[in-house]
């Protein structure tokens, strides 16, 4: 069995703050572990994944993401919040190559002038 | 290239109607995920297929069912609609990448509002 924990449902940032966003998660195997970001009204648009080929995973817009197997974590982080940032994000795992997705309950971020 | 595309954008029902989704996916992928997304809440795994056999099944009712054609394209098919049925339905593709990993790629969804 897999689960995701995302800490926090809502996180505010001040805009050029760092952004930290937490995700835990289960498996039974060696995961696959996703970040995606969906804005109002959109699907969802991949961030980055990580698939054992490195520990910390740069992705798109500036994010990048950390894999500690010790701590069963994936947190997210950006050096320096933007506006445009503002949307809520999902941490996912898979447990097999086929991709099914288990999801984490999201978080929303607003970034504040 | 166009990116997966899913019809109809919204869609309003009543109970106990029956709706079919359609999603096309990114030219080349073969497999086709669903999945749904109450309101305030993540994405559940409704199915996959892939080369039009279904490959997993999340923990839905039989109500839900789904098929994919010979152009990779799928439907999604809900009956005998309920309330809890109104979500976001977001449809995915895939293909084999890093490591044979299949990254999903998310169309923008079909808002379903059940009355």
């Known amino acids: 069995a897999q689960s995701v924990t995302q800490l926090g449902s809502h996180v505010s940032v001040s805009e050029g703050a760092l952004v930290l966003l937490r995700c835990n998660y289960s498996?039974?195997?060696?995961?696959?572990l996703f970040w995606y970001v969906q804005y109002p009204n959109q699907g969802l648009q991949l961030l980055l994944k990580?698939?054992?080929?490195?520990?910390l995973v740069k992705g798109i817009n500036g994010f990048e993401a950390e894999f500690k197997k010790s701590e069963t974590s994936f947190h997210l982080t950006k050096p320096s919040a933007h506006m445009s940032d503002a949307a809520e994000y999902f941490c996912?795992?898979?447990?097999?190559?086929?991709?099914?997705?288990?999801f984490g309950a999201g978080t929303q971020v607003v970034v504040t002038p | 290239d166009a990116g997966v595309t899913q019809s109809p954008t919204h869609l309003i029902k009543t109970r106990g109607q029956h709706v079919t989704l359609r999603c096309s996916p990114i030219?080349?992928?073969?497999?086709v995920s669903w999945y749904q997304q109450v309101l305030g809440q993540g994405p559940q795994f409704i199915f996959q297929y892939y080369e039009k056999e279904e490959r997993g099944r999340g923990n839905f009712p039989d109500r839900f069912s789904a098929r994919q054609f010979p152009n990779y394209s799928s439907e999604l098919n809900v009956n005998a609609l309920l309330l809890g049925d109104s979500a976001l339905y977001l449809c995915a593709s895939s293909s084999p990448g890093v490591q044979g990993l299949d990254t999903q790629y998310f169309g923008p969804g079909t808002r379903l509002t059940v009355l």
């Open positions: 990580y698939t054992s080929a490195a520990t």
């Open positions: 996912a795992v898979s447990s097999d190559s086929w991709g099914k997705l288990q």
């Open positions: 030219s080349g992928h073969k497999s």
């Open positions: 498996s039974s195997v060696p995961p696959y």
